[in-house]
């Protein structure tokens, strides 16, 4: 059995291949999701729409939109504050 000093120096490398895209379904006009894919940053959104309702394409944009804003230092400076 390894040691856990030999454990500790081993680290897990993931080659993530991303792609995403939205449709409209059968029984909407309009795309009511949103998706943002932002791999250099480790980041991957997918906001759900409130479909059916009024402007439920507007429900999913805010997020996408506010997360595109952020890097990947600012979201790991964000965690660390709670830890």
Do not use: C
Not at 53 to 59: E, I, M, N, Q, R
């Amino acid at each position: 059995m390894p040691s856990s000093d030999s454990n500790a120096n081993s680290a897990l490398y993931l080659n993530v291949i991303n792609h995403g895209t939205t449709n409209t379904g059968h029984i909407r006009t309009k795309k009511e999701d949103s998706i943002l894919l932002l791999p250099e940053e480790s980041i991957w959104v997918v906001a759900d729409g409130m479909g059916g309702h009024y402007a439920g394409d507007l429900a999913s944009q805010p997020i996408t939109l506010n997360m595109s804003s952020l890097n990947k230092t600012t979201i790991t400076q964000n965690v660390n504050r709670f830890k």
